[in-house]
């Protein structure tokens, strides 16, 4: 392209602006396999757990059968009450969101590093 050749060649070091600060590559803090990671995961799948029953005590709470009639007692009613019900689906997508950090922290855990040649 016209105009480019001047630029060919030139390094930041030969520029006059300084360098802005804060804008480098950031600093490696630590490795990404640490075993406390695995602990990590393990109190996850816990949480889990307790709001995967969670979501099936208020699913239950938010579908009550109703009384039956005595002409019909082959008809079942149920009652189903929204709040409960999104509450229960609310617990179980927390659940689902904690199961898959669980599985990308116990990734993590046990990751091992590239053997340098």
Known sequence: MPGHEKLTGVTLADTSEPTPPGLGWPARESALNQPRRAVIAAVELVVAAALVWLALWLYGRGTPELS??????????RHYAGN????AVLAGTLALLLLLDAGRQLALAVRTRRRRA
């Open 68 to 77: 039956k009639i005595a002409e019909r007692p082959d008809l079942d009613f």
């Open 84 to 87: 409960w019900i999104g509450g």
